[in-house]
């Protein structure tokens, strides 16, 4: 920011207002000017987590639906055998009844660090990211 702020000056604005800036201005000069400006130079930290699993929403909705209808298909569902992941538990079904395969997925978006660890952004306030990052791994 502070080299945009110094090109900006040197190559637009002194000239518009008719301004000769002989050997230019120190970037040192525009990081005053920031920081006079309420401008501060931090480094971003990592986003906030906020776990929601114990809001009274997801509780309830946990207890009274999720868990029943898991335990309606646990009768369907394979089993193995403790320790042994290779040896079934045998469950006898009603003739048409199919057997549940529990397979879990945990849905994750990755991303990589590679961009800005700092920048001057207004004191005491949060960068404006972009919104989109390209590619990402899921």
Request: proline residues 7%; positive net charge.
């Amino acid at each position: 920011m502070p080299q945009g702020l110094k090109k900006y000056m040197e190559l637009k604005l002194f000239p518009h207002i008719h301004m000769n800036v002989g050997k230019g201005i120190l970037l040192s000069t525009t990081c005053r000017w920031l920081q006079c400006e309420g401008f501060k130079y931090t480094t971003h930290k990592k986003a906030i987590y906020y776990n929601g699993h114990d809001c009274p929403d997801v509780v309830k909705y946990r207890q009274e639906e999720f868990l029943p209808t898991m335990a309606e298909h646990r009768k369907r569902m394979v089993e193995y055998k403790m320790g042994k992941p290779t040896e079934l538990l045998e469950k006898i079904l009603p003739l048409g009844v199919w057997k549940l395969i529990l397979v879990a997925h945990d849905e994750s978006t990755c991303m990589a660090n590679d961009g800005p660890k700092s920048s001057w952004v207004p004191d005491g306030e949060q960068p404006i990211l972009k919104k989109g990052t390209g590619c990402r791994s899921h």
